[in-house]
């Protein structure tokens, strides 16, 4: 069966760090390419950050461009985003997901073309 199972959230002061991630079961991600997402309370689930199958291509939304960087480790079958510099607006729960795409060195940040998800991990920046 496949899963992705999310981990790393948590409570981080605002220009904080914090590391998730995505370690998927029953696949392995040398064929999937993999995207972070997020869902605020009340907003859309936003695209964050993609990296594709073959790992030579990653993706970023504009709004975290310098302070995430997306990574895997195929060894893990795990893939990780890391993020700097916190702030208010990174408060949601992210999710990991994985499809197959066509195109190996592709990877997209729409939510509607990932099949696979993880049940989502909550990150939390107070006021």
């Known amino acids: 069966q496949l899963q992705l199972v999310e981990s790393g959230g948590g409570l981080v002061q605002p220009g904080g760090s914090l590391r998730l991630s995505c370690k998927a079961f029953?696949?392995?991600?040398?064929?999937?390419?993999v995207g972070w997402f997020r869902q605020a309370p009340g907003a859309d689930r936003e695209g964050v950050s993609c990296?594709?199958?073959?790992?030579?291509?990653?993706n970023y939304a504009d709004s975290v461009k310098g302070r995430f960087t997306i990574s895997r480790d195929i060894s893990e079958n795990t893939v990780y985003l890391q993020m700097n510099n916190l702030g208010l607006d990174d408060s949601a729960v992210y999710y990991c997901?994985?499809?197959?795409?066509?195109?190996?060195?592709?990877?997209?940040?729409?939510?509607?073309?990932?099949?696979?998800w993880g049940r989502g991990t909550q990150v939390t920046v107070p006021s």
């Open positions: 997901a994985a499809d197959v795409f066509a195109v190996q060195a592709m990877c997209v940040l729409t939510p509607d073309d990932h099949k696979y």
């Open positions: 029953g696949f392995s991600l040398d064929y999937y390419a």
């Open positions: 990296i594709s199958s073959n790992g030579l291509t990653t």
